[in-house]
């Protein structure tokens, strides 16, 4: 195994399991300074956001979970759990993690992330 897969096998932390977060619900983990909201869809799809809206910085965390977004509690945004974006008339993005699934365990990258721009 060369170092780049060492370097990219490092990135995966197990943060939980599916079990652990309610459905239409989320976790909070922290990466340093970073809070990442961690959500469980209906039909159990796991994604992972800094927990932080565009907009003012709500804790996502604290959303209502429904149709594949998450809406903010603080001003009502309504932000893609896929992508980050924010949807309908409101502009702006949340950075996303990537999110891997191995039986019930959950693993996110904390050295990737798709940053807001």
């Known amino acids: 195994m060369n170092a780049h897969n060492l370097a990219t096998e490092a990135a995966w932390i197990l943060v939980g399991t599916v079990d652990d977060i309610p459905r239409q619900g989320s976790r909070r983990v922290r990466n340093g300074e970073t809070k990442i909201a961690v959500f469980r869809t209906i039909d159990d799809r796991i994604f992972a956001l800094e927990d932080k809206c565009p907009h003012k910085n709500g804790p996502l965390s604290e959303g209502i979970v429904h149709d594949g977004c998450v809406t903010c509690p603080l001003h009502n945004w309504v932000i893609s ?37």
């Open 81 to 117: 759990l896929e992508t980050g974006v924010a949807q309908g008339a409101d502009e702006g993005r949340t950075s996303t993690f990537p999110v891997r699934i191995e039986g019930r365990e959950i693993y996110l990258d904390l050295k990737t992330n798709f940053a807001a721009r």
